[in-house]
């Protein structure tokens, strides 16, 4: 073997190429609240069960913001990115016209 055939290849050489990684930037998704409002019909019991079933709120949690929605006009069941938030602002509404209460649920961005 010759060894200008050997040096082509080697540290250095003329072949030799620097491969850097570049960290692509990904940026954290927005997250919207939910927020459920208060009306003068829906069951405090109902909104206590909205909170359990579709936020998996235990029964006292769920019945602090219940009771915040009761008080303050509004509260926050969670914090979720956009498609989850939309999804859970959609299930809470179809439930609460599936057993006729006025229930609003709404996301805003945080």
Excluded: W
Aim: aromatic residues 8%; neutral net charge; charged residues 25%.
């Amino acid at each position: 073997m010759a060894e200008d055939d050997n040096q082509s290849g080697s540290p250095g050489g003329p072949n030799t190429s620097v491969i850097t990684k570049t960290k692509p930037k990904t940026k954290r998704p927005s997250l919207y609240r939910v927020l459920i409002l208060n009306d003068d019909y829906t069951p405090m019991e109902f909104v206590v069960h909205v909170l359990e079933r579709f936020f998996q709120k235990d029964l006292e949690a769920a019945t602090q913001i219940m009771l915040h929605v009761h008080h303050h006009g509004i509260g926050e069941c969670g914090v979720f990115t956009y498609e989850i938030a939309e999804t859970k602002v959609t299930q809470v509404m179809d439930f609460a016209r599936k057993h006729q209460h006025p229930l609003q649920c709404v996301m805003e961005k945080k």
